[in-house]
């Protein structure tokens, strides 16, 4: 065994005991795809019981404040919480969109609780790559709870539904005269509604209104009021984190071969240089009608 | 010359001269990616000169509504305006996120805009490459603005920034809480803040603190208060929107190069078959610990 895969199997065996400085470099590995990283990966023991969930939901929604409130009741049950707060990032820079998560600063220091802030950055396609593999390798730690945490009621949250064994999704009162027009599509999105800032108007109308449109599409999805900064309603929340039934295996298999393919997809496209599509492009350009799809078709 | 060809010729001069029934089936021919739709792009004569404008922003910032008003001003001053709706939907069922948009129902019969929502069904990745050409469809008629709108913060913007000349994100007095800790990398992607509902408390403050970013970061971004459903403040925004200098030519380099490796991407890997791909996992998810990245290696 060459000493790579010897400095592996240590770092691997110390992350599966649970060692936060030997998960931080793992994921620092893969996060930035430093040489050993795919070799990490293929010898991870990934454990694929360890339950994921997604939070997620438009700015203001209060999520950072529920995963707070969550991790505290958690941690009172004496629970192991790995937090990955995705943080969607410009392509054109590289530069954190989020920047600084000063209210999770908290639980920095519990034992229990290893958060990791991750920019899904230069990735024009939602949860990146990258966030999926980091997933793994805390999937093959000893940890009773992994939260993804994200923004957008867009793309992400629909990719995050993959990730995720189940997805919350968390609005406020006042997204009621938009959320009207969804209609069966959040469903297979979120396995649960959270209405957060429940203190303020309108939210039992609207958390009603949730639950009559669940029961006019027949689905099984609870709607939770929660005013996470008075930790009102995260009791039951928790509840059904920790004890609802077993995932959509369907959706986890759609979600694996999705990432199948576009594993297989990177590693053929390798030989192909961006930069210099990047330069034949701006000479292209030059003509105001430049046409995609015959460039394309010349490139290949 | 074959038929398909003179076919696709007429076609194109009908969408040339602005006819919406001739645009319409060649969106559909695109978006469905029936036959001739590759040679149809190919055919094309783009206009890159056609302005494209991106507006996004969360659930509830009253984005339909603004995009009404805006078309109201426009279509005052003469102006052929498309709109091109995309509506985020589920990769599981293909269902429509969003359903109807009935407050855009309004300016369907009108001469000078043409309407179409797309669901970016299937696509795990944000504004799909089936929007991208549509958009190059609507540039090859004769409109003076594109108009594209689109629900989420978080990747999904990213992506239109990067489709659109301009983009303006959409947000809500209340919003401010969240926006404070998104600092520069919103500036890459919005080109105008617009604060709708400025009529709701706190509105004035949420500008200014825009307002204030923005100088901070040294950045030329406008910040407008509109307040979409009384037509307040949209001369201003429309005025914006028509006359605001040239786009970021890096920008569009770079967002082309993306494109074209997506769509060579494409078809390098036309003959890999998903479904295969899926019941090989199926089996493999019998093991608990199932490892994607030894899956790939044996596939390759």
Request: aromatic content about 10%; charged content about 25%; cysteine-free.
């Given at each position: 065994m060459d000493s790579v895969q010897v400095y592996l199997n240590q770092l691997i065996s110390k992350i599966a005991e649970g060692n936060f400085l030997a998960l931080a470099r793992a994921l620092t590995l893969v996060e930035n795809d430093i040489a050993p990283a795919s070799d990490l990966l293929k010898s991870l023991s990934i454990n694929r019981a360890v339950p994921v969930v997604g939070i997620t939901g438009p700015p203001g929604a209060g999520k950072s404040t529920l995963v707070n409130a969550i991790t505290d009741e958690l941690c009172g049950l004496n629970k192991r919480i790995a937090i990955l707060a995705v943080d969607p990032s410009s392509p054109?820079?590289?530069?954190?969109?989020?920047?600084?998560?000063?209210?999770?600063?908290?639980?920095?220091?519990?034992?229990n609780v290893y958060i990791r802030s991750v920019a899904t950055r230069g990735?024009?396609?939602?949860?990146?790559a990258k966030t999926i593999e980091m997933v793994d390798v805390l999937r093959s730690?000893?940890?009773?709870l992994i939260i993804i945490e994200t923004v957008g009621v867009g793309q992400s949250e629909i990719e995050i539904a993959g990730l995720a064994d189940k997805t919350i999704l968390v609005l406020v009162p006042e997204a009621g005269d938009e959320i009207q027009?969804?209609?069966?599509g959040l469903m297979e999105v979120a396995q649960a509604f959270v209405v957060n800032?429940?203190?303020?108007?309108g939210a039992d109308g609207f958390a009603n209104n949730l639950q009559k449109m669940v029961r006019e599409q027949q689905q099984q999805i609870p709607v939770f009021k929660t005013v996470a900064d008075k930790n009102v309603g995260i009791s039951s929340l928790c509840d059904w984190i920790l004890n609802?039934?077993?995932?959509d295996r369907t959706k986890i298999e759609y979600f694996l071969a999705e990432q199948a393919f576009r594993l297989i997809q990177n590693k053929r496209m390798k030989d192909i240089d961006k930069n210099k599509i990047l330069t034949l492009i701006k000479e292209e350009?030059?003509?105001?009608?430049?046409?995609m799809y015959q460039f394309v078709e010349r490139m290949l």
């Open positions: 054109f820079n590289y530069g954190s969109l989020l920047g600084d998560r000063i209210r999770m600063a908290k639980h920095f220091n519990h034992p990735s024009l396609g939602g949860v990146s730690s000893n940890f009773d027009h969804i209609k069966s800032k429940a203190d303020r108007e609802e039934g077993p995932s350009l030059a003509s105001k009608h430049f046409n």
